[in-house]
């Protein structure tokens, strides 16, 4: 399997004032002005001084896997839930998921037969979240899915005489253990993608982060 590992602009405004001194002294009044009671300022009632809580910060997740199948152009969707641990040294995360994806789409040329594609995963994620950055200014998210992954192909409904390499009983099968590295700006709906095809067409497997 191929992969891809994938302003505040502050403005300070000077406030200047200027001393200005009057152009005549005024005349001193002899006679006493009685000094003026001050009137209480009382607060309305009922009113309260509002508590400014801090954002709490998320408990757990998901990342989501979204990738479209070259010959049947399905999209094949998987999740892998998490939860976070905010250590008072490290702040981790620890989950898992699987991949359970299957199509089929017919095929014809000079007979038609029935292609079928499947994918499967059981994988485990962990990851670390580590300082903010130019490049990640939420945090830096560097989790890895670590597991089997599978994939199957074989065609039915062949006709007779015809040949096909890979049939139901003697699939094309490509299997693999390995750990995709992902890197996520540690906020919702952050992506990453890794994984390609060959020509003009493309198709990566795309991850997206949610935060609960």
Known sequence: MNRLFPALLLGSVALICLACTPAQQPAVSTTRTPTPTPTPLLPAGGTSTPT???TPHPTGGEIELRFTDPETQEECEAHFPFTINWGEARTTIEGSGVIDCAFDTQQCGEACVTYHSAYTADASLSGELLASSAKYPHGFLNAGLAGKFSMKQYWTDI???AFMAFTEDNPAVFEGS?????IFDFVEGATCETGGGTGT???PWKFTLHLD
């Open 159 to 161: 006709p007779p005489g």
């Open 201 to 203: 067409q493309t198709f």
């Open 52 to 54: 400014i809580a801090p």
């Open 178 to 182: 390995d750990i995709l590295p992902l």
